[in-house]
């Protein structure tokens, strides 16, 4: 009985509030909404990661990592709280949206196409937006996770910074072009940030971990997900009459494309390493 009404309060404070509605993004109002900021931002993020790391090499022994606490299982839980807030917020949003404008759609338009493609001159402002500036500011958030793998594992490369730094630009340039996809996409990266840091949450305490790479597996699932709706955008971009932002979404598409490249390369290695480990073990138990 009491289970409704506040369902319903919850829904209307993440999609009708005046703050969600109302939001428009701005270099003036919006905190963070420059390229000075967001080119000096992840500057600062490189050059604090590797002084860090160097500073590190230098005055700590490899063997003894600096003591962190809970604080990274603390991270993780807010992360992972974080993420599924910014998805809840924008599928009701988008579902908000959707219900207010269908009717200006024609009937070629479905919410799918809408949710892949936006119409040309569309802006960065109402309930979507701000949920898609929601997840912008969390990138911030989620970089702080390097700093936690210096200090525990003194592992840095080009690779791992290169990785954090992509999803700050391209959620920067989804508000900055009113790029077309980007719904998908948050929905997409917010239901994996919530599985996988509620995940590192769970084992930062000893628990149980899981019998397959859980992590790997989802981000595999994630980029898949997202290769066929980049299919999807491109044809409606040439045979639907155009998207929204496309100039920032073929950017994102090729970062993208090395992502996938460097995370398959890895992946395929890690499983390779994996297969051989456990032929020297089967070797070796035959052996003895």
Known sequence: MQTQPVLHRLSHMVSEHPTVIGFRWSHVQSWGATW???FSSISFYFTLSTTLHVILLLFRHRSRPVPVGPIPAVHSLIMSVVSA????????SAAAEIRDTRWLWGRSKTT??????????????????????AFY???????????????????????????????????????????????LQIVFIAF??????GYRFWIEFGLPTA????????????????FI????????????????????????????????????????????IRRK?????STNGKID
């Not at 402002?125 to 898609?132: D, I, L």
């Not at 994996?192 to 840091?197: A, G, L, P």
């Not at 009459?241 to 496309?246: D, F, L, M, S």
């Open 36 to 38: 000075a900021f967001l």
């Open 85 to 92: 807030t910014i998805l809840a917020g924008t599928l009701t």
């Open 112 to 133: 799918i196409h809408w949710l892949l493609c936006f119409p040309l001159g569309t802006r960065s402002s109402g309930r979507v937006f701000f949920w898609s500036y």
């Open 137 to 183: 500011l969390s990138r911030y958030l989620h970089v702080m996770r390097t700093f936690f793998t210096i200090l525990r594992k003194r592992r840095l490369s080009l690779f791992h910074l290169f990785v954090n730094s992509i999803p700050i630009m391209m959620s920067f340039l989804w508000l900055e072009f009113s790029q077309s996809f980007q719904v």
């Open 192 to 197: 994996t940030d919530s599985v996988v840091y």
């Open 211 to 226: 019998s397959f790479p859980l992590v790997a597996n989802i981000q595999m699932m994630l980029l898949v997900l997202n």
């Open 229 to 272: 709706c980049h299919c999807g955008v491109l044809f409606l971009q040439v045979w639907g009459g155009g998207c929204n932002g496309i100039g920032a979404w073929v950017f994102n598409s090729v970062i993208n494309g090395a992502f996938l490249f460097m995370f398959l390369n890895s992946f395929v290695r890690m499983r390779w």
């Open 277 to 281: 480990a456990l032929e020297s073990m």
